[in-house]
């Protein structure tokens, strides 16, 4: 995928979303650390930059002035991530003044983000790379919700499929298990965060709107509107 540096010298927002918060510049961060240190007061930002290295082992993304080192602990939320591509991190930068200055991501995107738009479970489930760091919606039977840390573990299942993903949302709800749900939100690491997750409504019929009003009606409603605009045409 072709990438576009879209940094600028100073720290800009990218958006109303925990997953994309104020866009610190790599060069602006290792020119002034203790600034952006979440050591010395807890803070998330977010840093864009291209990646220069990824391995097992170690990671960095840089600018065209600077290079920053990236925590590898969760491997995972790079998985699909190609060397060289451009990318968002959201996390906690460390600075260590005997050391290297790290950040370490809670979330990693493409950059500019990207919105896969909707997809089932089970393609997400049979190619989770393709969808990691991307934004996307699913459906499916809200199977189980727990209130834990401060969020909510939930899992949605496909019903035609059996097939299964976890969802973290974070936000209130009174959402109960055995409903049909629609969730939109980040696809990182095998797990869709969200900050949107409600009913899924589908479209409602006449049928449901009017009660009592059959099929055999709507098919003598649908004749009388015919014959009207036979009438007029002559």
Same mark, same amino acid.
């Not at 995928?1 to 990218?14: D, K, N, P, Q």
């Not at 491997?75 to 991530?81: D, P, V």
């Given at each position: 995928?072709?990438?576009?540096?879209?940094?600028?010298?100073?720290?800009?927002?990218? &958006?109303?979303?925990?997953?994309?918060?104020?866009?610190?510049?790599?060069?602006?961060?290792?020119?002034?650390?203790?600034?952006?240190?979440?050591?010395?007061?807890?803070?998330?930002?977010?840093?864009? &930059?291209?990646?220069?290295?990824?391995?097992?082992?170690?990671?960095?993304?840089?600018?065209?002035?600077?290079?920053?080192?990236?925590?590898?602990?969760?491997?995972?939320?790079?998985?699909?991530?190609?060397?060289?591509?451009?990318?968002?991190?959201?996390?906690?930068?460390?600075?260590?003044?005997?050391?290297?200055?790290?950040?370490?991501?809670?979330?990693?995107?493409?950059?500019p983000v990207q919105n896969a738009g909707q997809a089932s479970i089970s393609d997400i489930n049979g190619n989770q790379a393709l969808y990691n760091g991307r934004y996307v919606t699913i459906t499916g039977n809200l199977s189980s919700i727990e209130l834990s840390a401060g969020s909510y573990k939930a899992m949605v299942t496909e019903e035609?499929? &059996?097939?299964?993903?976890?969802?973290?949302?974070?936000?209130?709800?009174?959402?109960?298990?055995?409903?049909?749900?629609?969730?939109?939100?980040?696809?990182?690491?095998?797990?869709?965060?969200?900050?949107?997750?409600?009913?899924?409504?589908?479209?409602?019929?006449?049928?449901?709107?009017?009660?009592?009003?059959?099929?055999?009606?709507?098919?003598?409603?649908?004749? &009388?509107?015919?014959?009207?605009?036979?009438?007029?045409?002559?």
């Amino acid at each position: 995928m072709a990438s576009l540096l879209l940094v600028t010298c100073t720290a800009t927002f990218a &958006g109303a979303s925990m997953f994309e918060l104020e866009i610190v510049p790599v060069s602006k961060l290792i020119e002034q650390p203790s600034v952006y240190d979440s050591t010395l007061a807890y803070r998330k930002i977010s840093v864009v &930059g291209n990646l220069s290295e990824l391995n097992k082992h170690s990671a960095s993304i840089a600018d065209d002035r600077s290079a920053l080192k990236v925590d590898v602990t969760r491997i995972q939320l790079f998985e699909g991530f190609e060397l060289g591509e451009q990318v968002m991190l959201t996390g906690e930068f460390r600075h260590n003044s005997l050391g290297d200055d790290i950040m370490h991501p809670s979330y990693v995107l493409h950059y500019p983000v990207q919105n896969a738009g909707q997809a089932s479970i089970s393609d997400i489930n049979g190619n989770q790379a393709l969808y990691n760091g991307r934004y996307v919606t699913i459906t499916g039977n809200l199977s189980s919700i727990e209130l834990s840390a401060g969020s909510y573990k939930a899992m949605v299942t496909e019903e035609d499929t &059996g097939e299964q993903t976890k969802v973290f949302y974070y936000g209130a709800t009174d959402l109960k298990g055995g409903e049909e749900v629609k969730v939109y939100g980040l696809y990182n690491s095998g797990i869709l965060h969200s900050e949107n997750m409600a009913k899924n409504r589908s479209p409602l019929s006449l049928t449901a709107l009017v009660p009592g009003f059959s099929v055999v009606m709507s098919l003598a409603a649908l004749g &009388g509107v015919a014959i009207l605009l036979s009438q007029r045409q002559r």
